[in-house]
């Protein structure tokens, strides 16, 4: 009897000390099926952060923008001087310019270097000077304190704002991911998101305007405009994409 317990004593201690473990392949096969998910999800959740933080600073830039321009306006100053056609910086852009933080004005080579780098809106071209909007043409364009652009231009009888909420050196640089593009018409006092630009092309023959039916549109998938998403301001206000209904405008980024 005392040896059955005794047998049964060190069996119970064997089975005890046992540990149980993953052989090397089961931890390799582990490896990869983790290595695979990853590899399937890591590029959604990357292009969502990305996403998310262009909303998020567009959001802000609007939000600081929009209501500088009704502190100007509350002091009565008019939108557009009507002695000039052009003016690259009117007493009401200097107004707006001041109420900002400002971190520095933009020197000429970094708007040049900065005008040949960024990209329209399907980042497969270059995005050329829009026409009325004359981007970082203004005489005082500067960086704000948050680190975003700010460009205003009075032209085409209105006056112009843009904005890039990323700034000069953070991406994407193109037009309706970060470049927006607002407007003041002539005799209003309302910022508006431009609903309209032109594209001035200039060849042999001299400049004109690029208005074919395939440039048209400003804010889409399939344009070819040099300046295509110029006018994405008002879709990514309202959060809508402009060609797929079941979309948030920042899911449909090209």
């Known amino acids: 009897m005392i040896n059955i317990m005794n047998n049964l004593t060190n069996l119970n201690q064997r089975q005890f000390c046992e540990k149980k473990a993953f052989t090397l392949a089961e931890v390799l096969i582990t490896l990869g099926i983790i290595g695979v998910v990853a590899a399937m999800t890591l590029p959604s959740l990357i292009q969502k952060k990305e996403q998310k933080d262009l909303e998020v600073a567009f959001k802000k830039s609007y939000s600081n923008l929009h209501n500088v321009f009704n502190l100007v306006i509350a002091e009565g100053l008019p939108v557009f001087d009507s002695s000039q056609l052009v003016n690259y910086?009117?007493?009401f852009a200097q107004a707006v310019y001041s109420k900002?933080?400002?971190l520095k004005l933009i020197s000429d080579k970094e708007k040049y270097d900065y005008i040949n780098k960024a990209k329209n809106f399907n980042k497969n071209k270059?995005?050329?000077a829009p026409q009325c909007s004359q981007y970082m043409g203004a005489k005082n364009a500067f960086i704000t304190s948050?680190?975003?652009i700010l460009s205003i231009v009075q032209n085409c009888g209105g006056l112009w704002f843009t904005i890039d909420t990323n700034g000069l050196y953070k991406g994407p640089?193109?037009?309706g991911h970060d470049i927006f593009i607002?407007?003041?018409?002539?005799?209003t006092t309302k910022l508006i998101p431009a609903d309209s630009e032109s594209e001035m092309v200039c060849d042999e023959?001299?400049?004109h305007y690029n208005d074919t039916e395939e440039n048209e549109d400003k804010c889409s998938n399939t344009s070819t405009s040099d300046i295509n998403g110029a006018t994405c301001a008002l879709y990514a206000l309202q959060n809508r994409c402009p060609w797929d209904s079941t979309k948030t405008y920042w899911e449909c980024l090209p």
């Open 100 to 102: 900002y933080k400002h």
């Open 205 to 207: 023959s001299g400049c």
């Open 173 to 175: 640089n193109a037009l």
């Open 89 to 91: 910086n009117s007493e």
């Open 146 to 148: 948050d680190g975003s």
């Open 126 to 128: 270059p995005m050329r």
């Open 182 to 187: 607002f407007v003041s018409r002539r005799d």
